[in-house]
């Protein structure tokens, strides 16, 4: 089992920054793919970014890519979404989620473990 608490959302100006974070229960984190998704009002949750247990293998959507950055702390429990030039299409709750695999998903349905998410609000 993985409780998993996520951290950092917040109010942003476009083009500001924030660095959301997602503290993981449990001693056996280090082997878990951790992903972060986002849901926009009257949206579908969709996938970010996701990385795999060792931080060796990263995967990112699109709209996001070249933007945001995972990355993972095994020793803290901790993985991280850094967001950088922020946009308003960008405002969604953010959810990080995890599953004991070693190889990475975009699906949502294949994470077996969910925060309870952060709000993260780009203004214009």
């Known amino acids: 089992q993985v409780q998993l608490v996520e951290s950092g959302g917040g109010l942003v100006q476009a083009g500001g920054s924030l660095k959301l974070s997602c503290a993981a229960s449990?001693?056996?984190?280090?082997?878990?793919?951790m992903g972060w998704f986002r849901q926009a009002p009257g949206k579908e949750r969709e996938f970010v970014a996701a990385i795999t247990w060792n931080g060796g293998t990263t995967y990112y959507a699109g709209s996001v890519k070249g933007r945001f950055t995972i990355s993972r702390d095994n020793a803290k429990n901790t993985a991280y979404l850094h967001m950088n030039s922020l946009k308003p299409e960008d405002t969604a709750v953010y959810y990080c989620?995890?599953?004991?695999?070693?190889?990475?998903?975009?699906?949502?349905?294949?994470?077996?473990?969910w925060g309870q998410g952060t709000q993260v609000t780009v203004s214009s």
């Open positions: 449990g001693r056996t984190f280090s082997s878990y793919l």
């Open positions: 989620a995890a599953v004991l695999r070693t190889w990475g998903t975009t699906k949502d349905y294949e994470y077996d473990y």
